[in-house]
């Protein structure tokens, strides 16, 4: 941890000098926020389940055709090991019809609000489950991205991803490890997951997007990988008889769309992917390693409507697995939505805001109601609860870790 | 419709809409007032000052281009601060036919260009005092119009017209104060539901600049609330080939 800090710390310092020598040109902007972040579950004995505070810096330099961004953040923890990091560094390189960009970087795809189906570059550190801001829960990748613009509604965007990044599971211990029930005793086995930092290990994406005032489009191609693993679970005798689990993440190519429009007062807004050659976990007994290899659709459509100075919006997503089989651990069809409600007040120095996911096919449900008050320009309280209903699924299997939290926040 | 952003630039020339009360005086004040002649193109700094019955202050910095296409309107505006807003970017289309204004809004945070639908007329922007139709370009002929008088204010010779809504919207009538020949609204009351008086909208700098007359600060004051918004105009460029590019997304994600 320390080398890592240090080693941070002399590249900030390296990047300052570098920009100090352009400041003649071009102002270096300093940005980020300061945060205050304390939750405590409302079970007893009412233990936190966070309680952080966070530094997170932004340097950007631009000039016409030139530019350089880094974000370091400090994530400081009274209980567990803290974290500093660079969630993106990277160049950019400007041209008329073209833009570079390289290094490492956060992309967000898709048209969806707090579900991913097309918005599958940038791998998610679920640390926290979903819970944090979604540019905290998205991971920079190390990738070079082209985006080409033969005209100004067109717009080609390619993108060359080095190395696989995984997601980031809740640690071991932790009140967001997801529930996990095994047949028989299990032994995990890691040593597959790494896919190693070899060339022929790279992703491949490429988006082309129409912009126009009927509406926005987006067409999506990628060669990847499952960011969430494989389990490949073999019976084991020895040391004692019991489960041998090996996660492992395999490739997976996609194919999708993503689109926008205004009807009357309503925005809508949709996207789908299908995805090719996933591997699911199975109960089949004939079944290698207990996983089946199936394609499966996933689609969301949403509808936006402000009404003074209510906004309104919700989705409907479902994930369907084509040719199921029984035995399939996950449903045939997997049904789920989401609710937006937000008003502002007081000349928007308050905004209440309900947020919450619906799973239908396990009845469970995430309820996250939240107060922000802007006391001045540039600060921020927040007082919030998350509710988890229901008792199994994605929501329900945390039915226990119901908490009100507070986060303060001061940008600069 | 909201014509914001030229109307931000330009300030507020139709919103009282004058037309034919006096016979032709009437009319010839309306379409001077509504077809004063406005720069095609510009940028320009602005600076939304929001100030509480305390006197307590909040500001906002922004840097906004526009166009006029002919059949087409378009804007972006990008936020300078508070530093929790920076980077935060908003284009707006708006056309000369009945569709309504497409509105695109970039969240740094969130990076990605959202659409978003519009809200009503009578929403605040931005948390200020103006409305969104307080900066549309009011068509005269919304109005029912009755000049009452010709009157000195700030040293300029005004005609002073009442103009009532011909279908009920948020004010029950306005008044406002047109400088002659400059065709400028120099300052509009602004009368509730109730005809009880709301706001005031008080001009306070204006300039000539590339053969335009161009309102530089404004003042509106909600009478009612005791709260006050001072919108003031920088560095001011137009007719200047503002390039298309500035009105897409590309452009909004990348800043300024």
Redesign the interface.
Known sequence: MKTRIISIVALLFAFSFFIKAQEAEQKLETNGFIRNYMGVLTAPPNKFSINQNTLNLEFKLQTEKFGLYANPYYYQYADQEDVFDIRELYIDLVTDKFDFRIGKQQIVWGQADGVFITDIVSPLDLTDFLLRDFNEIRIGVNAVKVNYYPHNDHNFEMIWVQSFTPSISPQEGSIWQPDMDFMAPPTFDYSNQTRGNIFGNGEFFAKYSLSKSWADIQLIGAYTWDDAPSLHMSPITDPTPGLLIQPEHHRLSLAGMSFNTQIADFILRGEGAYYFGKYWQTTDISANDALIKKDYLNYVVGLDKTVRDWKFSSQFIQKRINGYEKGIYNDEIDNLATLLVSRSLFRETVRLEWFSYHGFNDEDALIRFRGFYYPQDAVSIELGTNIFLGTEGAFGQYNTNDMIYSRIKYSF | MKKYKIIILLALVGTMGVSNALAQTGNEIADKVFNRSAPENGESDMTMA?INSKGKE??RFLHQFFKDYGD?EKSTMFFK????V?NTSFMN?SYDDDR?D?QWLYLP????????????K???F???DFTYEDMEKRNPNKDLHKLLKTETLNGETCYVVESTPKEEGQYSKRVAWVIKDKWIPLKIEFYDEDEELLKILSITEYEKLVGYWIIVTQEMENVQRE?KTVIGLTNINIENGIG??Y????AMI??L
């Open positions: 929001l909040r500001q087409t601060s508070p530093a929790d920076k289309y309504d497409d945070a969130l990076k990605k260009v959202k659409r978003i639908s519009g809200g009503s009578d929403d605040y931005m948390g200020s709260h298309d590019t009105f897409t997304q590309r990348k800043g």
